[in-house]
């Protein structure tokens, strides 16, 4: 922390995609197809070095889904190796007693697993019903932080299952957050009524952490708009399948370039670049760690993109 406030010249956070198939297809979900190959094992290396060179604190594997890619182990071992944090983000569907004790060899600090709903339907099939037996593995094998993040909004049928969910996750020893999950165009969708109780629910049996000491989340649960400096290509990187730095997940498109070509130069200007998406985001981990630097250095608009057939950037509008 004391070296993220002396300096802004490196990133706090890369997402990094070794894969983009998914095993599952939930209908709000933009992240993933069902024909991708595993990003091979040598270029993932190079890509998780540079990440170091850059002077990243944590990388969090990501996808489609992670434990399809055959050599994640090796992957998370070469992020530790290079002093690192580790983290990942799994539907869990693929964890088995073996699968979780390989994770612990490897060094994985933390894993999250989304839920959506207590039984799976046509929005998601990320059930408690289904994935009930994969925490339990995970409570007696995991010697990692574990996370269960619930969701709330992006079409998800029952609201109210956010609450049986958190609530088994802290019975487990778990941490429990609540997450505002976008539609199935990366759109944020206000929280209705009910929504919004279970919201407030869930967030008063979170343990303090960065969704506690900001707005942001409140804001998006009433439709509202955050006013901020989003940090996305500077202190956040979200790094496709392809190796291109993007904003995030939802902002696919732009800068579009290279990560074995990013630099130095690359942070300090998107550092202080203005993003027209930012009052409606939805994407907390970039919230959490813009944060840092909310009290300094104003933005500034970006320039007009050039046109371009290849890359299009997805806006939340």
């Known amino acids: 922390m004391l070296r993220a406030l002396a300096s802004t010249d490196h990133p706090l956070l890369a997402h990094i995609i070794p894969i983009r198939r998914c095993n599952l297809a939930c209908t709000y979900c933009n992240e993933f197809d069902d024909f991708s190959q595993p990003v091979p094992t040598e270029t993932m290396f190079q890509r998780v070095d540079k990440l170091a060179e850059l002077g990243t604190s944590v990388i969090t594997i990501s996808g489609g889904e992670p434990l399809l890619h055959p050599e994640l182990d090796a992957i998370i071992s070469r992020i530790r190796k290079n002093g690192t944090i580790s983290g990942l983000i799994t539907n869990g569907y693929l964890l088995v007693a073996e699968r979780i004790q390989r994770l612990n060899q490897a060094g994985l600090e933390w894993l999250q697993i989304s839920i959506d709903n207590v039984a799976p339907d046509d929005v998601s099939k990320k059930s408690l019903k289904v994935l009930d037996k994969k925490l339990q593995l995970l409570a007696e094998h995991a010697e990692f932080h574990v996370n269960i993040n619930s969701v709330v909004g992006g079409g998800v049928h029952n609201p109210q299952d956010a609450l049986v969910i958190g609530k088994r996750a802290l019975e487990l020893g778990f941490s429990s957050t609540i997450g505002i999950i976008h539609d199935g165009q990366g759109q ?76 130095v130069a690359d942070i300090r200007r998107e550092f202080v670049t203005e993003k027209s998406c930012a009052p409606h985001c939805t994407v907390s981990c970039v919230h959490q760690v813009s944060i840092f630097d909310s009290w300094r250095a104003p933005q500034h608009p970006a320039p007009e993109p050039v046109e371009s057939n290849t890359n299009q950037l997805v806006r939340i509008e």
């Open 188 to 263: 944020l969708q206000p929280l209705g009524d009910e929504e919004r109780r279970i919201y407030h629910e869930m967030k008063s049996m979170e343990k303090r952490s960065f969704t506690r000491v900001n707005a942001f989340q409140d804001n998006i649960a009433l439709g509202r708009p955050n006013q901020w400096r989003c940090r996305a290509g500077a202190r956040y990187l979200y790094i496709c399948e392809n190796g291109l730095v993007h904003y995030c997940s939802q902002q696919r498109g732009y800068p579009a370039i290279p990560l074995e070509n990013y630099s």
